[in-house]
């Protein structure tokens, strides 16, 4: 029997009339052409110059970056390649709307935007509009070919959470739709996810670290009318099933994006200047971590000095733990950390006495600079008074450090910490 | 391989010159070196080379990555080939080092069809670098599952294509007939090249020698004859004592545990015995000594004690095991010298599967088949030719069954737009527009219009669609059997749950009895405590059948007969349980049970006897027998033309039209006095899908008409055997036994319902009074 008569036969077949009273999601559409579209648009970076209409109220009083801001902000929020600007090749700024998450099988990529900058004080935002899902390998295929033609070894994605959402995502639906080969990386480029640094500066100092929120906290950019994720999703597949019916929640969902694209821009840029100029001793200490991430000790310790210079002018005071006292603990602990990473030995083994003195029996720090006595100043006397005036004394090093001085004097604590007295230069 | 066999010398140098490969030769000779090996060759020419491998179940999946693994274990260091397992128990890390780094990749059908295919792009580079497809255990592969598999090879096939890959397919089969017929219809792309089947083996073989036992007639009058059980104890001692190592394969789960007990006992009076005339007796050690040597082994059994069974039978520390069809598959356990079937295993091809189990090397084997008592066995007795000199049975796919085809397609649409004028493998270009619009007229997939014909047909919605498709039918939750510490000994599958885990059950395990003393339904567990029982627990079930006419849903009165199609309500009643006591196997107690009834709604086509035919076949009994003999043929023959597996369809015969609730008749077990009585109405034959949902199987064939009823007419008229045989009127029960069917009343009836569909065809009067 053909396949022909079969499906005739089982229209008649039970089970069927459930399904096919369900009404068909097919319509006739008129819409052809690729399956998406392209749009392109140019903002000015500056507040003062009015914006493109489709953007809407949501970026009027934002000032964006000029081209070799963000390079150098970008520069300072992760580490790329040569730091600096590739003025004929800029960043490339690049947010997704998708209709479902990474490994989601019916995830379809819908609305792309993607910005650079074509001018120091002008952007050019290019956003792609999926029209029907079967569009989508047309679309990423243009898309692909305007990315390999802005991104390269020096020119960095710049995204929010990308690197485990945007850019895996993508990179499977352009192998999904054969636009790359499997073998290939098709975005070879150094890539900028400005949600690890947010974290590191913003952590638990707001409900969260959505993009949304930092753009209320940090920007003050507040949007009207938006969309949130979950909403996102469920527009952009009546978008898909019915064009005629969904065109202005799809508007809502492209000014969405557009204002997402832009706002990274300005969220770098945000993040660069409080990481020159914290607003306090927390974000300061939180600002050097993340130096200390890029392993970066120079400006690190730059920005921990005001706290080092407190912790230094409290040595020998008198004064006990109190506030402030654990930043400037935590400073002192960094400091030394970053100073042992590059060598500096003695410089750290000051910080660490600076700190025992400070917070007497510090267990990180007494068992610090009792290690460095014993292995490196190889001073094991001193060690021995180091370590055992920790508050949580390790018992094997104590041992050792009996054995190994022997019937030799232990120097009081006081007097050996007393050595890293003098006041820090 | 220094010396490799005949049949794997042309295996090899057919796969090297490109060809698609079915190899079908007996049980453990080497079939696996022929995928193994060129494999391996593959990944050192080609570290970009990749190979899928697929089995039906996880434990031959991992069985096999171990095998695969000793041979790539003995290659340099610095020419790695990887093997790694990809199935629902790999950890996500394993996972990604599987997809990123291994060579030869083993997962199983519903891993392929959930797990791979819907995330294809993850898998893009194995794919693209897809070598050899392999396919082992092809005959599993068979009836509703095996056409699922057909569209998941197609599925895969489209993304090979995709991806610019053509994969060789290296099939492997147990003995069945017509294997390259199997492997095309399962991958019909191979067809361009056509397959090289690979069946004469060329294996060292030992002389075979295969004995029928039938028990002998214990009551001249009833023609009763001994318990083929208790014969099977017998000869399998005989070959224990002697020191043959031996396989002795049971129908049931119940007949393994009952084997398993009996051996151990017998074992450990002849130790203690033994060792009473020589050191004194020591009841304990020989227990456990018997314990050791004799084993049970079958589905339920958690996968730790499996696996340390077969390690016992490779290693030869275990002797004799009593075993389900759990063995038959290729499971790694070495050459058995001896196989003993405790009763015909129902096909010729699973008989063959079976007794290869039996013979090492060039060795001399023995296989013994003992019948049991019931009508299909008692024919295989009388004719034994009906094994030995008919070819095996085909193994049936029908992947292009729309019930089938169908969801699968939309599968495919959501892995990728199937553009339009696309042609899916094994579908021509015709055929896939025709499916895809029918899908698109119902709602199941959208076409999206492009300009000059460049439309694709996609799902709209983000839930994977797979999800939605099962291939193996429903899958209801195990049930866990817990002992008083919490442990789980075993699992019982959810159909299986009120038989064998009512309160009260003796649920065994390797012949130790556990007692069941509470049941928890919801929870899914059962609480079983170790006991010494003497008897043993067989539940009564009944079965209930009721058919809503999908032309008429709304009727309430039923009427007198008719024949029809529509939605099928089956209910399973287990209203309680016989005690049987051990060795004896006399009835010595009742007791009730009081447990949910196992429910499956379906699809169903119903035949009723129309009423002159009923008249004239005037004894109530004779009828229903003659009808429940007509439709085990008429499932039979819907099975052949439908391709699909006789166990894919379910047939029931019931007193009076089936829209009213009655009791039903069917093949598996003896109908209690009720039944009976109650089949006394004009008998209705009722064919049902045994998958949950339905696969329009009996639908499909009352579709047929009056042509399938010439068809299985046909065969019962001409059938050579005298009196009837399996073939032709049934195998089974005690049922066609007690009603004392007879050829010319089945063949009075199935003309009855003949007439009526040629009537029904030409005039649309068939169908009864409404």
């Known amino acids: 029997m053909s396949l022909a008569q079969r499906l005739a036969q089982r229209g008649a077949a039970p089970g069927e009339s459930s399904r096919s009273s369900a009404p068909p999601s097919t319509r006739v559409r008129s819409s052809g052409g690729e399956g998406f579209r392209r749009e392109e648009i140019v903002v000015p970076v500056s507040a003062r110059v009015p914006r493109p209409a489709v953007l809407g109220d949501d970026l009027r009083s934002i000032e964006l970056p000029r081209a070799p801001v963000l390079a150098e902000a970008l520069g300072s929020l992760a580490r790329l390649p040569k730091a600096g600007a590739c003025p004929e090749r800029p960043a490339v700024l690049l947010d997704l709307e998708t209709t479902g998450l990474l490994g989601q099988t019916g995830a379809v990529i819908c609305v792309v935007g993607a910005a650079w900058h074509v001018a120091p004080d002008q952007l050019c935002l290019v956003q792609w509009t999926l029209h029907r899902v079967g569009g989508e390998a047309a679309m990423l295929a243009d898309l692909h070919e305007a990315l390999v033609a802005r991104v390269g070894p020096r020119s960095p994605f710049v995204t929010f959470n990308g690197a485990s959402f945007d850019l895996p995502l993508l990179r499977r639906r352009l192998v999904r739709h054969g636009v790359v080969r499997p073998t290939d990386d098709p975005l070879r480029a150094p890539h900028v996810d400005l949600l690890p640094p947010a974290r590191r500066l913003w952590r638990d100092r707001g409900p969260d670290c959505r993009l949304g929120t930092l753009e209320a906290r940090q920007l003050s950019l507040h949007r009207e009318g938006d969309v949130g994720g979950a909403e996102v999703v469920e527009l952009l597949w009546q978008w898909l099933e019915d064009p005629e019916g969904a065109r202005e929640d799809l508007a809502r969902v492209q000014r969405h994006n557009r204002v997402d694209v832009l706002s990274l821009s300005a969220l770098a840029w945000t993040m660069h200047r409080r990481l020159q100029a914290p607003v306090d001793a927390v974000e300061r200490l939180r600002a050097a971590r993340h130096h200390q991430r890029l392993e970066r000790p120079d400006p690190a310790l730059a920005l921990l000095q005001p706290l080092l210079d407190a912790l230094a002018r409290s040595q020998g005071s008198g004064w006990g733990p109190g506030r402030g006292s654990e930043l400037m603990v935590a400073a002192g602990l960094l400091a030394a950390e970053l100073e042992r990473r590059r060598g500096r030995h003695d410089a750290a083994a000051r910080r660490w006495a600076q700190v025992c003195r400070r917070v007497p029996g510090h267990p990180e720090a007494h068992e610090a600079l009792a290690k460095h006595l014993e292995h490196r100043a190889r001073r094991p006397a001193q060690a021995l008074a180091v370590a055992a005036a920790s508050d949580t004394p390790c018992d094997a090093r104590l041992a050792r450090l009996r054995r190994r001085t022997g019937s030799a004097a232990i120097p009081p604590v006081d007097e050996v910490l007393g050595a890293w007295a003098e006041p820090a230069v | ?770």
């Not at chain 2, 009058?221 to 104890?233: F, L, N, P």
């Not at chain 2, 009127?729 to 319902?753: C, F, H, K, N």
């Open chain 2, 1 to 770: 391989m220094d010396h490799p066999y005949g049949h794997q010398e042309i295996a090899l140098s057919a796969l090297e010159h490109g060809r698609d490969v079915v190899l079908a030769t007996s049980t453990a000779s080497g079939k696996s070196l022929c995928f193994q090996v060129p494999i391996v060759q593959a990944a050192l020419r080609d570290p970009s080379a990749r190979a899928l491998m697929l089995f039906p179940t996880k434990a031959l999946a991992r069985d096999q990555v171990e095998s695969m693994r000793s041979l790539t274990g003995q290659l340099p260091v610095d020419a790695p080939v990887g093997v790694a397992v990809y199935d629902g128990d790999t950890p996500p890390a394993e996972r990604r080092a599987a997809r990123a780094r291994a060579h030869a990749i083993a997962t199983n059908p519903d891993m392929l069809h959930r797990g791979i295919l819907p995330h294809h792009d993850a898998w893009g580079r194995v794919l693209a670098g897809l070598r050899y497809l392999v396919l082992d255990e092809l005959h599993t592969y068979r009836g509703l599952f095996g056409s699922h598999v057909g569209n998941v090879l197609r599925r895969l096939w489209r993304l090979c294509r995709h991806y610019g890959s053509r994969p060789q397919v290296i099939a492997c089969s147990a003995t069945i007939a017509e294997p390259g017929a199997l492997a095309e219809a399962l991958c019909p792309w191979t067809r361009e090249r056509g397959v090289e089947v690979i069946d004469r083996d060329a294996s060292p073989q030992g002389p075979r020698t295969f004995v029928v036992v039938n028990p002998k007639v214990v009551d001249e009058t009833t023609g009763v004859r001994r318990d083929y059980i208790k014969v099977t104890r017998e000869i399998t001692s005989v070959l224990r004592r002697t020191g043959v190592s031996t396989l002795a394969f049971c129908r049931t789960r119940r007949a393994v545990e009952l084997l398993t007990r009996y051996l151990r006992d017998d074992e450990a009076r002849e130790l203690s015995g033994r060792r009473a005339g020589a050191h004194g007796g020591d009841e304990p050690t020989a227990r456990r000594s018997a314990g050791t040597a004799i084993r049970g082994y079958r589905g339920g059994y958690l996968p730790d004690r499996r696996r340390e069974i077969e390690r016992a039978l490779r290693e030869g520390e275990a002797r004799v095991v009593a075993s389900t069809n759990a063995l038959e598959l290729g499971v790694d356990i070495g050459g058995m010298d001896a196989v003993v079937l405790a009763g015909y295993p129902g096909t010729r091809a699973a008989t063959w599967q079976r007794a290869g189990r039996a013979g090492r090397r060039g060795r001399p084997s023995l296989a013994v088949l003992v019948l049991s008592s019931s009508p299909l066995d008692q024919f295989v007795g009388a004719s034994p030719g009906f094994v030995f000199d008919r070819v095996v049975e085909q193994a049936r796919v029908d992947p292009d069954n729309p019930e089938i085809l169908l969801p699968h397609l939309r599968c495919a649409a959501q892995e990728l737009p199937i553009a339009e004028g696309e042609a899916l493998p094994g579908l021509s270009t015709d055929d896939t527009a025709m499916a895809l619009e029918y899908l698109a007229e119902r709602g199941g997939l959208a076409y999206e219009p492009g300009p000059a014909g460049t439309g694709a047909f996609v799902v709209h919605g983000g839930d994977s669609v797979a999800e939605q498709v099962q291939i193996r039918g429903a899958l209801e939750e195990n049930f866990s059997v817990l002992d008083e510490a919490g442990e789980v000994l075993a699992q019982v599958d959810y159909e299986d749950a009120p038989l064998y885990l009512h309160p009260g059950a003796i649920y065994p395990i390797e012949g130790q009895p556990y007692e069941v003393r509470e049941l928890d339904w919801d929870g899914r567990k059962a609480s079983v405590r170790a006991v010494s029982a003497a008897y043993y627990t067989v539940a009564v079930s009944k079965l209930r059948v009721r058919v809503v006419d999908a032309n008429d849903p709304e009727a309430t009165e039923p009427p007198g007969w008719g024949t029809g199609t529509g939605y099928a309500h089956v209910v399973r009643t287990v209203p309680g349980f016989k005690k049987i006591r051990f060795g004896t196997h006399e009835n010595i107690g009742f007791g009730p049970i009081t447990l949910p009834d196992l429910e499956l709604h379906t699809t169903a086509a119903y035949w009723g006897l129309p009423p002159r035919a009923a008249a004239e076949l005037s004894d109530p009994a004779r009828r229903a027998g003659a009808a429940l003999a007509a439709a085990h043929a008429m499932r039979h023959v819907a099975a052949l033309l439908l391709m699909c597996d006789v166990g894919d369809l379910r047939h029931a015969v019931t007193s009076g039209h089936p829209s009213a609730w009655g009791i039903a008749l069917d093949g598996g077990r003896g109908p209690d006095a009720l039944a009976q009585i109650e089949a006394g109405g004009v008998p209705h034959i009722v064919l049902f899908d045994r998958n949950p949902g339905g696969a329009g199987l009996a639908v499909h064939a009352h579709a047929m008409g009056a042509a399938f009823l010439e068809r299985v007419i046909a065969v019962v008229r001409g059938c050579g055997c005298g009196d009837g045989c399996p073939t032709c009127m049934g195998p089974s029960t005690e049922a066609a036994e007690q009603y004392g069917v007879e050829r010319p009343d089945v063949i009075a009836l199935l003309e009855a319902l003949r007439r009526e569909a040629a009537l029904a065809a030409a005039g649309g009067e068939g169908g009864g009074p409404r």
